[in-house]
């Protein structure tokens, strides 16, 4: 890979990207040995950076760093010092007495992490930032998908729930596309914007489509100053996957993802969990080793 | 350059070290694993000589890009590939096999990587060459030929699965 | 004082710049005609050069009084100076507000001290708050024309409409920042496929239409007159068109150069020298405004100069403020991308953003002619110009010029007996 950090999926090609797909394969191998850990990160800092909750990315991560044997400081930042005025210099002057090779950095506003890369030499992994990307979950959504579709070319992917406040939508839509993945956005008009992406406001007619998978996201109701939709109970009655819709998809053998953390009658039912092509649990597993993949592929300038 | 070994010699090397692990095992069981890349090759070849000799014996591969100790001089990180260990390493005599053993930094890794597989009873280590010049102490128990060669010489081995051929030449810079 | 600007072409609001020399004794026009040399006279060559009258900007943010680390009124008429500018009016949303005869009073008297006229207007409600109207008899005696509570809207129809019943009265007119207070987000880029890529809620052009249809339709029904500020989208100006040409409103309209330059597309990766308020839109809107500047849809070019410090806008790019420096930059940039590439001549220019202003603030209008006093800027078409932050003299820097060259250049100002500035 030989590059510093890695922010978003729109800036990697198709050959970067099954690189690093390929490169994740062995990473999982590992999670069957009694030691899971390898050395190759020894010596190394990582440093957690996260303005904005977030237990399963950053345990994900975690685990990922330490499995290189690297050293993991997570940096606490209490969500109410996030004040205007606060200065990416500030933070970077911070960091760059603290040494860290790597820097995981996941923000509440866009552009943040790629702020902090350009004025630090360490390597610096985005994980979220605002509605803009989450490059390492796209990573993981599609190593899952290649799992099951070895060939993902003409396969047929229906992103559903809000797309308009979706880091995931866009970056896994992106790493999808980029695989010869077609993929669709579905969701309430109010959600779902108009992008170069094939558009339902109707499940049904997202279905008739003919998706392989549909992927599942999180429906954000703590973002939004006025609504955008009803009730979650009209959603999950509209767009969420009931145990009629259920059925539908079992028949037709279509795999259901969803990057968590779900909302239980709202985007599914709970059904949907002990569905036999439901990926989610593996999603998570393959979490840990494509991101051992990304810091495994860097290069800090941190000499 | 020279030539060091060509077709055939490669060829007696490779049977001189199933004869020597042969002999040491004496009837026992033997896993033999192979270092990636060309240290497979090897190991495969002698696993065919000594099935064909009626041991007992396994074989796994070890890849060991995530040990080395030398990253930092490495502009982009190396492709990984996984290993192929499909036996319990536990209580196994193992044999790594490589083609070349030069400072010993690879063996010394692998060694690293065997011990996260398991623990094993007893680890020795076959060589197609050894080419001297030791900054580790580490020394094979059996070796296919050993080479005269410089610290500064690059010692190029080429095997027919790996590189469609043949050869161990050494280039003196 | 005895100057004989040699060789170069004037530039009038009505016809193209035609060959002529310019005589000025004592801070008055003498001559303007091909002539020889008078007795006497300090002779400027300007050949290939063309002598236009002073340009005047109707909005001007000087963080003065409250915010003098992003501006001063003396630095923000140096800027004026530097970049062929010899007028500006002021917006009132310092800190305290410019909404009464006090700190009308204030800013007038720091204004005196300067070397350029510096008018203000005040606001419309106290402390641009939306609540309470501002002190408008008082203003009006302080010398106030133009009220706006710009940087906001008036969020309440009802206020803004008794205001325009109330001060029309008074002969003074008012001027709108349109926004829609609700449909606006975080204020930080156009609704569009940026926003989207960038992963930031954008703010619809409906919002800036809405608010100017709501404003434009109280004036015309209170038969006040208003002047539509830094207009961004085309579906807007159309508005301003139609109400003034169909239904007679007395609406006129102002366009920045910005927004005729750049599209949110220039944002690129999180740039906030693009980040104002209204935002860049589109390209199209670039287009449709510029062809409306040259039908004549818009009264006035105004830069909007908003200065803010290296730190402020180096903040994340929702956090930012918005606005970008103009004076230094403008005439320069409207040349380089305008007046350079044919879209249009100085004619346009020396009426949008000399005579026309000044008629919108009822003053005399600056004209290259006999018997007229001096107010003329010399620009050189064929230099070109680094603003680099040392050249600039505002005390701010954020302007997407920032370090780029230009054609063109900004020779000499002169105003009165005063030579300004000479390169």
């Known amino acids: 890979m030989a590059r510093k950090d890695f922010l978003d999926i729109v800036s990697l090609d198709r050959a970067e990207i099954i690189h690093l797909l390929d490169q994740a394969v062995p990473f999982k191998d590992l999670f069957t040995r009694s030691v899971k850990k390898v050395p190759a990160l020894k010596g190394k800092t990582v440093l957690m950076l996260f303005y904005e909750p977030s237990t399963r990315t950053l345990s994900s991560f975690e685990v990922a760093a330490k499995r290189l044997s690297a050293d993991v400081t997570i940096f606490d930042i209490p969500h109410s010092s996030v004040t205007k005025g606060e200065s990416v210099r500030d933070t970077i002057d911070t960091l760059q007495a603290m040494r860290a090779d790597y820097i995981v950095v996941r923000h509440r506003l866009s552009g943040q992490p790629a702020a902090i890369a350009r004025q630090t030499n360490a390597s610096v992994i985005n994980a979220g930032d605002g509605a803009h990307a989450h490059p390492t979950q796209a990573l993981l959504d599609a190593f899952t998908l290649r799992e099951v579709y070895p060939e993902m070319e003409g396969r047929k992917v229906v992103i559903m729930g809000d797309i308009l406040h979706s880091r995931v939508a866009r970056s896994t839509s992106t790493i999808l596309e980029k695989l010869g993945v077609e993929i669709a956005f579905c969701g309430p008009g109010s959600l779902v914007p108009q992008t170069r992406f ?77 569905y036999e092509r439901c990926l989610i649990s593996q999603q998570v597993e393959n979490g840990i080793a494509a991101r051992m993949a990304v810091l495994f592929g860097l290069k800090p300038q941190v000499s | 350059m020279s030539t060091a070994l060509d077709p055939s010699a490669i060829s007696t090397a490779i049977g001189r070290l199933a004869d020597q692990i042969f002999l040491a095992a004496g009837g026992s069981s033997v896993d033999l694993i192979g270092i990636r890349s060309r240290g497979d090759e090897v190991a495969e070849r002698v696993f065919g000589i000594l099935k064909e000799k009626g041991a007992n014996v396994r074989l796994g591969i070890l890849d060991i890009s995530l040990y080395r100790d030398d990253y930092e001089h490495l502009s982009s990180n190396p492709t990984l590939q996984s290993s192929e260990i499909d036996f319990p390493v536990d209580g196994s005599h193992v044999v790594l096999v490589d083609d070349v053993i030069f400072t010993g930094r690879t063996i010394r890794a692998a060694l690293d990587a065997l011990f996260d597989y398991g623990r094993p009873a007893k680890v020795d280590l076959a060589v197609l060459i050894d080419r001297g010049h030791r900054e580790i102490p580490i020394e094979p128990r059996f070796v296919g030929k050993t080479l005269e060669t410089d610290r500064m010489d690059r010692v190029d081995v080429s095997l027919q699965k790996t590189d469609g051929k043949e050869s161990v030449e050494i280039i003196t810079q | 004082m005895n100057l004989f600007l040699q060789g170069g072409e004037v530039a009038t609001e009505n016809e193209a710049p035609q060959r002529a020399d310019v005589w000025i004794v004592d801070g008055t026009i003498k001559a303007v005609e091909v002539m020889d040399v008078p007795e006497g006279a300090r002779v400027v060559d300007c050949s290939g050069q063309i002598i236009m009258p002073g340009m005047f900007d109707s909005h001007v943010h000087f963080r003065e009084p409250g915010q003098e680390k992003k501006e001063t009124i003396l630095d923000g008429t140096e800027a004026a100076i530097n970049g062929g500018i010899t007028g500006v009016v002021m917006m009132p949303n310092t800190s305290p507000s410019i909404d009464s005869p006090t700190v009308v009073k204030r800013v007038l008297e720091q204004g005196a001290k300067c070397r350029i006229p510096v008018l203000t207007s005040a606001c419309i409600t106290v402390d641009r708050k939306g609540f309470e109207m501002a002190p408008i008899a008082g203003l009006k005696e302080a010398g106030i024309l133009m009220l706006t509570d710009d940087g906001d809207a008036v969020p309440n129809a009802a206020l803004l409409k008794r205001a325009m019943e109330y001060g029309t009265e008074f002969d003074m007119f008012f001027a709108s920042h349109c926004e829609d207070p609700q449909l606006c ?16 809620q954008g703010t619809p052009a409906l919002a800036e239409e809405i608010c100017m249809d709501r404003d434009i339709r109280l004036a015309h029904a209170t038969g006040a007159t208003l002047h539509i500020q830094h207009v961004s989208s085309a579906i807007g100006m159309e508005t301003i068109r139609w109400w003034r040409d169909e239904r007679g409103a007395k609406v006129s309209g102002e366009v920045s150069p910005h927004h005729l330059m750049f599209a949110d597309e220039d944002i690129g990766d999180y740039d906030t020298h693009y980040k104002m308020n209204p935002p860049l839109r589109t390209r199209e809107d670039n287009a449709a405004l510029l062809q409306g500047l040259k039908d004549g849809v818009f009264r006035i070019i105004a830069t909007d100069h908003a ?117």
């Open chain 1, 198 to 274: 094939r558009r339902f406001t109707n499940y049904e007619e997202a279905m008739k489509w003919g998706p392989d998978a549909v992927y599942l996201l999180r429906v954000q109701k703590e973002r939004q100053d006025a609504p955008f939709y009803p009730s979650d109970r009209e959603y999950h009655s509209v767009f969420g996957i009931t145990e009629d819709r259920l059925e539908r998809i079992n028949d037709e053998g279509i795999y259901v993802m969803h990057p968590g953390p779900i909302n239980r009658g709202v985007e599914l039912c709970d059904a949907v969990l002990d």
């Open chain 3, 185 to 200: 987000g975080p204020r930080a880029l156009n609704e569009g496929p940026v926003s989207y890529r960038l992963g930031i």
């Open chain 3, 307 to 423: 200065p803010h410090t290296e730190f402020e806008k180096s903040q994340a790019f929702v956090d930012a403020p918005n606005g970008i420096t103009g004076l230094d930059t403008a005439l320069v940039s409207l040349h380089d991308r305008f007046i350079a590439r044919g879209e249009f001549g100085w004619d346009l220019i020396v009426k949008r953003y000399s005579a026309e202003p000044r008629r919108m603030m009822r003053l005399e209008v600056a004209e290259v002619a006999e018997g007229k006093p001096a107010d003329l800027i010399v620009f050189d078409p064929n230099k070109e110009t680094t603003f680099t932050k040392e050249f600039m003299k505002s005390k701010s820097s954020n302007t997407p010029f920032l370090n780029k060259t230009l054609k063109g250049s900004v020779e000499m100002v002169v105003l009165g007996d005063q030579v300004l500035l000479e390169r």
